[in-house]
């Protein structure tokens, strides 16, 4: 079993940062891919960014390229999002993945989820 909690999230104007932290829980976090994911009101969950057990493979939705960056510390068993250049179209409720599966330039989400944390980004 593996449990993850968010943080970082918070209200920032546009061209602003944040840095999103997954705590996990588990020995094999080191193993585990990891995903963040987002969801705005009314629209459905949609992938952002993976990264590999290694840290050496990631993977990025389109919009968030040369913005957004994620990185993981095997040691501290904890996975980050830095988010920057933010606009308000990046406001959505972030959530973390594990235990995900990687294919050619696609991950495949796991089946474990954290809570979620809130971005607002004000225009």
């Known amino acids: 079993q593996v449990q993850l909690v968010e943080s970082g999230g918070g209200l920032v104007q546009a061209g602003g940062s944040l840095r999103l932290s997954c705590a996990a829980s588990?020995?094999?976090?080191?193993?585990?891919?990891m995903g963040w994911y987002r969801q705005a009101p009314g629209k459905e969950r949609a992938f952002v960014a993976s990264?590999?057990?290694?840290?050496?493979?990631?993977i990025y939705t389109d919009s968030v390229k040369g913005r957004f960056t994620i990185s993981r510390d095997n040691a501290k068993n904890t996975v980050y999002l830095q988010m920057n250049s933010l606009r308000p179209e990046d406001s959505a409720v972030y959530y973390c993945?594990?235990?995900?599966?990687?294919?050619?330039?696609?991950?495949?989400?796991?089946?474990?989820w954290g809570q979620g944390t809130q971005v607002t980004v004000s225009s």
């Open positions: 588990g020995r094999s976090f080191s193993r585990s891919n």
């Open positions: 990264i590999n057990g290694s840290g050496r493979n990631t």
């Open positions: 993945n594990a235990g995900g599966a990687y294919g050619t330039g696609t991950y495949y989400r796991g089946p474990y």
